[in-house]
């Protein structure tokens, strides 16, 4: 997944980063409302961890103001404000969960998951041939042996299997695995693609190219 994590606490910003990448997503951070409200709007995310007291503003008015333009990414509010009262405003103003300070990082990656997949109505698990993704978990399993992968291949086959049979650009997959000062090249992106076909050979599972519009994962 491609997060957008909104939060002005440089240190707890590097803990959950270094989480969330290690899981294999994408992270982009802001500190700033102003810094948010940019990102947000220029750049497409399956899901947004937002704190709520930032330098120059409330990350509720941030949220309001995407909701009201009919953004319906995820949102995950991550805040020390913690009361009754401010968690139904922020539920309210459109979050999908709300999580209080201090936190547990596999916590955060569960809810994400959660909001992500009640978003999408995904199913949890997901099987094409040998090759299953269980989403609860973030493991990929190929006779229902764990499939161990760098995270660039786990996060490119998770988008293609999200939901499988769906066709995927280049772009859109090289978006979800780069960062506004890393962009992936094509030619890396096919290289991902063919180390994977040949982890998939005899799995029941295929990854196909539709010329001209992306790829897409099918059964063999």
């Known amino acids: 997944m491609r997060i957008l994590l909104v939060e002005d606490d440089a240190t707890l910003s590097r803990v959950v980063s270094r989480s969330l990448c290690d899981q294999g997503h994408h992270v982009d951070h802001?500190?700033?409302?102003?810094?948010?409200?940019?990102?947000?709007?220029?750049?497409?995310?399956?899901?947004?961890?937002?704190?709520?007291t930032l330098p120059d503003g409330n990350g509720l008015q941030l949220l309001r103001e995407a909701r009201a333009r009919g953004d319906r990414t995820p949102v995950l509010v991550l805040t020390a404000r913690n009361r009754t009262e401010e968690r139904i405003a922020g539920l309210d103003a459109g979050a999908d969960d709300y999580l209080g300070k201090p936190f547990d990082l596999a916590e955060?990656?569960?809810?994400?998951?959660?909001?992500?997949?009640?978003?999408?109505?995904?199913?949890?698990?997901?099987?094409?041939?040998?090759?299953?993704?269980?989403?609860?978990?973030?493991?990929?399993?190929?006779?229902?042996?764990?499939?161990?992968?760098?995270?660039?291949?786990?996060a490119v086959l998770c988008e293609l299997l999200t939901p499988p049979g769906r066709v995927v650009s280049k772009a859109a997959l090289a978006d979800k695995l780069s960062g506004f000062d890393d962009l992936l090249a094509a030619n890396a992106l096919e290289a991902f693609i063919s180390r994977l076909r040949k982890k998939l050979q005899g799995s029941g599972a295929e990854i196909r190219t539709l010329r001209g519009l992306g790829y897409l994962i099918e059964a063999a």
């Open 30 to 52: 802001a500190d700033s409302v102003d810094a948010a409200r940019y990102l947000w709007r220029i750049q497409n995310h399956d899901a947004v961890l937002l704190d709520l």
């Open 108 to 154: 955060v990656e569960a809810r994400l998951r959660a909001v992500v997949r009640r978003r999408l109505d995904l199913d949890d698990r997901v099987s094409i041939g040998a090759l299953a993704l269980d989403r609860r978990t973030q493991r990929l399993y190929l006779d229902d042996t764990p499939l161990q992968l760098p995270a660039r291949e786990f």
